[in-house]
T-cell receptor
Framework: AQKITQTQPGMFVQEKEAVTLDCTYD???????LFWYKQPSSGEMIFLIY??????QNATEGRYSLNFQKARKSANLVISASQLGDSAMYFC????????????FGTGTRLQVFP | DARVTQTPRDKVTEMGQEVTMRCQPI?????VFWYRQTMMQGLELLAY????????DSGMPKDRFSAEMPDATLATLKIQPSEPRDSAVYFC????????????FGPGTRLTVL
């Protein structure tokens, strides 16, 4: 089974609108961390947001928030007030367990923001 | 503005040649990662180090790949001999390790093996 699943290969959103990028994960370890990274066309990987499995509140960072639903094993990224510069690939990743720093990445979602 | 640096940015080589990629992690970071990104396999971890000691290299083909940290400011990834299937973007990342600490990625080395 895939550890991280991103079912949306591509998404479109109009500027200033909000968009949700889906991510589901699979682990039996009670301690894990979930990350979102952005990869613009230039290729670099940019960290956006982190959610720990024991965190009580959903993580937020500026226009990014993580909709963490533990029972559903989902960690969707919400981008509010989309900007043209948000057009990029977005990757969800999981660190599984406490004894590793290894990240397992999903296949990514390509987001395109149009005016 | 601290960044992870990688050299070379682009490398074209012929099958059978040795390839060495270098990475300078962010000063003070004790954990260094090597990732490979391809269209088919996506992003996959090859190996990572903590305090210069290898912790996990299970993702790395052992027969032709090797990763080392000669010192705290330099990580290397070597492929010998290179093959066309090694064509990919290789990312180095560094971080402080531990829960919640993000990994900071370098710009990547785009490797093409002909």
């Amino acid at each position: 089974a895939q550890k991280i699943t991103q079912t949306q290969p591509g998404m479109f959103v109009q500027e200033k609108e909000a968009v949700t990028l889906d991510c589901t994960y699979d682990t039996s370890d009670p301690s894990y961390g979930l990350f979102w990274y952005k990869q613009p066309s230039s290729g670099e990987m940019i960290f956006l947001i982190y959610q720990g499995s024991y965190d009580q509140q959903n993580a937020t960072e500026g226009r990014y928030s993580l909709n963490f639903q533990k029972a559903r094993k989902s960690a969707n990224l919400v981008i509010s007030a989309s900007q043209l510069g948000d057009s990029a690939m977005y990757f969800c990743a999981m660190r599984e367990g406490v004894n590793t720093d290894k990240l397992i990445f999903g296949t990514g979602t390509r987001l395109q923001v149009f005016p | 503005d601290a960044r992870v640096t990688q050299t070379p940015r682009d490398k074209v080589t012929e099958m059978g040649q040795e390839v060495t990629m270098r990475c300078q992690p962010i000063l003070g970071h004790n954990t260094v990662f090597w990732y490979r990104q391809t269209m088919m396999q996506g992003l996959e971890l090859l190996a990572y180090f903590r305090n210069r000691a290898p912790l996990d290299d299970s993702g790395m083909p052992k027969d032709r790949f090797s990763a080392e940290m000669p010192d705290a400011t330099l990580a290397t990834l070597k492929i010998q001999p290179s093959e066309p299937r090694d064509s990919a973007v290789y990312f180095c990342a560094s971080g402080l390790g531990g829960r919640g600490n993000e990994q900071f990625f370098g710009p990547g080395t785009r490797l093409t093996v002909l």
